[in-house]
């Protein structure tokens, strides 16, 4: 979230900034409550130095043996009056809290403005689609025919947007995770962990899921959530600690499956495995000091890419614009994968840099060397890769005419040397 401090010096700023990010709606209630609690607050302070005065003037009174009846009567009025105005900078405070919790991140100038992902900005491609000689095949159908993607029980068991893996389908989506893991751990450095799937509010608050996306979250009767992405969980770890400087960068990574309602996508994406409500997804998390989240977002990018690369898919680097960028997001990349059913470019990993604006909301500092006063790391996250989406892109972009299927080089030691999956 935003210092409270700096939403209330940069009004005018921050009004242009929701324009550009197509939000409707100002700050005008934020001024509003701003105000009328800076009046409360004025009126409080008078009121309390007028009670400390006359506790002052009965004090004297009953030293000297003089009644202080009228006094203490007066002050039991301003008492409740002091009470009566507390509970409002209650109320009033709440209110606050709520907008600054709702209020996105700032974007970083590098963004480009925009208002839709029709404006965001390509930055490289890297590989050629490939050239079939016969029509190419949806991955549903490809899955469907291999008897390794079952839509139709995936249904039957959770309902729309559910599926069932089979035998090379499950394999494969097991190895994918495998070689995703071993790729970050033992040449990106990254460090792997595991931590719950189910977390509580106040975590999903951290991150900035929540208040403003609850309506996508699964959530249980006692008030604890399924994480949409493990960068949830994983960023919240370091939650309300200090950190030594010495201690960054850390690198993180989880793989976990993800939980997502989807709220407001229906029609979109209704067939195969591109909008799951439970999907796969090997996450990377950096924290880092602010002088440097912006090298460290380049470098996340290209561990990401790094994937596709040994996968040998084709694939393309966007930046989104502000009209596009996420919610708690200063600069993001999204990395597409090419799908050649669709004859286009999907997403298939979001890199972004949130600054300090997700470990305000949870705590999270560190302690420059040789300063005692402590300061907001700097939060990224990446997908690095969605696994489904992923393995959508191996389907459709190694489909041969028969359709079969031909294992990429990188996943064949984790798939006992098989180098073909068909019938």
Not at 212 to 235: G, Q, R
């Amino acid at each position: 979230m935003l210092d409270l401090k700096f939403i209330r010096n940069n009004i005018e700023f921050l009004q242009g900034v929701l324009e550009n990010r197509g939000i409707e709606g100002g700050l005008e209630e934020f001024e509003q409550l701003d105000a009328e609690r800076s009046e409360l607050l004025t009126k409080v302070e008078i009121l309390k130095h007028k009670r400390n005065n006359a506790s002052a003037e009965v004090g004297k009174r009953k030293r000297n043996n003089e009644n202080a009846d009228d006094i203490i009567e007066e002050m039991g009025l301003v008492s409740k009056e002091i009470k009566d105005l507390d509970s409002k900078l209650i109320e009033i405070d709440e209110k606050v809290q709520h907008i600054q919790m709702t209020l996105p991140n700032v974007y970083h100038k590098s963004t480009p403005i925009g208002k839709s992902e029709d404006d965001n900005v390509e930055v490289r491609k890297w590989g050629e689609p490939k050239n079939f000689n016969f029509e190419p095949k949806a991955h549903w159908e490809l899955g469907e025919s291999l008897d390794i993607l079952d839509f139709e029980r995936g249904a039957k068991l959770g309902g729309s947007r559910f599926t069932v893996y089979k035998g090379y389908g499950a394999k494969l989506e097991r190895a994918l995770i495998n070689f995703m893991l071993d790729l970050h751990t033992n040449e990106h450095g990254y460090t792997e962990i595991m931590t719950p799937i189910l977390v509580k509010r106040e975590i999903m608050e951290g991150t900035g899921q929540l208040p403003k996306f609850e309506e996508d979250a699964y959530k249980t009767t006692d008030d604890m959530f399924l994480i949409p992405t493990s960068e949830v969980s994983v960023t919240n770890i370091h939650r309300k600690e200090i950190l030594d400087e010495e201690e960054l960068p850390k690198y993180y990574t989880a793989f976990s499956p993800c939980f997502r309602r989807e709220a407001g996508s229906y029609g979109k994406d209704v067939k195969g495995l591109i909008r799951q409500h439970q999907f796969n997804k090997v996450e990377l998390i950096k924290l880092s000091k602010p002088e440097n989240s912006y090298e460290e977002l380049e470098k996340m990018v290209l561990n990401a890419e790094e994937v596709l690369k040994r996968l040998e898919l084709p694939y393309r680097v966007i930046q989104l614009c502000t009209g596009d960028i996420g919610f708690g997001a200063a600069k993001t990349y999204d990395i597409e994968v090419w799908l050649p059913f669709q004859n286009k470019y999907r997403e298939i990993s979001s890199c972004s840099n949130t600054e300090d604006f997700q470990a305000r909301r949870m705590g999270l500092k560190y302690r420059p060397t040789g300063n005692k006063k402590s300061e907001f790391v700097h939060t990224l996250n990446g997908s690095g890769l969605a696994v489904g989406r992923t393995l959508v892109a191996i389907l459709e972009n190694y489909q041969q005419e028969d359709g079969s299927i031909i294992v990429p080089e990188a996943l064949r030691p984790y798939l006992g040397g098989r180098s073909v999956i068909n019938k």
